[in-house]
Nanobody
Framework: VQLVESGGGLVQAGGSLRLSCAASGISYSINTMGWYRQAPGKQRELVAQITFGVGSTNYADSVKGRFTIARDNGKNTMYLEMNSLRPGGTAVYYC???????????????WGQGTQGTVSS
């Protein structure tokens, strides 16, 4: 299983970025996928998460109302639309996928390499 993020970049405060995470090598199903971020000198934190079946979502309080997570089941791809970005949003954004590894209900977490998002003030 491989997860590849794209869409990071430099944006001014108040601007928007759209991240994508494409999963490949999926032999079974995807349970959940999520976006995490790690700012310089800080721990990695959950930004948003989505279940691939039902599409239920949850967000960190700091991004509610500004970020939207979505998925395309047919493409095994997850997206994060980030609006009204703040300088505190500068971080490396990572994609995580909880993926089935057998037909017996076993699951494993996989991570992408991360994509840099920089918000200038």
């Amino acid at each position: 299983v491989q997860l590849v993020e794209s869409g990071g970049g430099l944006v001014q405060a108040g601007g928007s970025l759209r991240l994508s995470c494409a999963a490949s090598g999926i032999s079974y199903s995807i349970n959940t996928m999520g976006w995490y971020r790690q700012a310089p000198g800080k721990q990695r934190e959950l930004v948003a998460q989505i279940t691939f079946g039902v599409g239920s979502t949850n967000y960190a309080d700091s991004v509610k109302g500004r970020f939207t997570i979505a998925r395309d089941n047919g493409k095994n791809t997850m997206y994060l639309e980030m609006n009204s970005l703040r300088p505190g949003g500068t971080a490396v954004y990572y994609c995580r996928g909880n993926v089935g590894t057998s037909g017996w209900g076993t699951w494993k977490d996989f991570w992408g390499q991360g994509t840099q998002g920089t918000v200038s003030s």
